[in-house]
């Protein structure tokens, strides 16, 4: 089955295209957005796994309101409240969120992060 990541914005997407080792299409919703125009970015990728990610913040929240609303049977994940974005989320902690989600990533991502996990 082919998969959807919902993101907010480009940042949050650069910074989690490179990890992904499988194809996969990234959304960008640049923000909050209407439940049309949700429809309108979603409804071409029904039937898909619609993965959602998006930032711990008010903003995310509401998107995620929105999501659930009218597309009920995408999946959501979380990073944690005190990193607030996604673009801001070490890649260890991606690439574990990512892991939850079955997004196959790269071992050059995982073996990157344990080298940063050793220097800290």
Do not use: W
Not at 41 to 53: A, H, R, V
Not at 106 to 119: L, S, V
């Amino acid at each position: 089955m082919e998969k959807v990541i919902v993101v907010e914005g480009i940042s949050d997407k650069t910074r989690i295209a490179p990890l992904i080792a499988e194809p996969v299409t990234i959304l960008c919703t640049n923000g909050t957005v209407s439940a049309t125009r949700l429809e309108e970015m979603l409804l071409p990728f029904e039937g898909q796994d619609i993965i959602i990610l998006v930032d711990a913040d008010s903003s995310g929240d509401k998107l995620r309101k929105l999501i659930k609303r009218e597309f009920p049977e995408a999946r959501h994940f979380y990073i944690d409240k005190s990193y607030k974005e996604v673009a801001a989320t070490p890649i260890g902690k991606l690439i574990d969120v990512l892991n939850a989600a079955d997004v196959r990533v790269f071992n050059h991502a995982i073996r990157n992060d344990f080298y940063e996990r050793m220097d800290t």
